[in-house]
């Protein structure tokens, strides 16, 4: 079992930046994956981006790419979004992922607006 907790979001103007933080904490290992997905109301969850513990190799969806940066935290299990040059559209509840084989773990979710 994985636990996640999440930290950060909350209002920001336009063109402002949030930093999220998610940690994990249970039964991981080496080789697993933690990610952000976000869903605005109406719309189906989608991915924003991950990160793969073992070699840091990172991924984003297109809409995030060059605006958002996904990190390894300082502590063990950690992760954070930064997200700059935020729009309007990134409004969004954001769910930490962490997924290690077959298995998948949701975070709470963190509300972040973003008012034009």
């Known amino acids: 079992q994985v636990q996640l907790v999440e930290s950060g979001g909350g209002l920001v103007q336009a063109g402002g930046s949030l930093r999220l933080s998610c940690a994990a904490s249970g039964r991981t290992y080496s080789s697993y994956a933690l990610g952000w997905f976000r869903q605005a109301p109406g719309k189906e969850r989608e991915f924003v981006a991950a990160?793969?513990?073992?070699?840091?190799?990172?991924y984003y969806s297109d809409s995030v790419k060059g605006r958002f940066t996904i990190s390894r935290g300082n502590a063990k299990n950690t992760v954070s979004l930064q997200m700059n040059s935020l729009k309007p559209e990134d409004t969004a509840v954001y769910y930490c992922r962490f997924s290690q084989g077959l298995s998948v773990y949701w975070g709470q979710g963190t509300q972040v607006t973003v008012s034009s």
């Open positions: 990160i793969r513990w073992s070699g840091g190799n990172t």
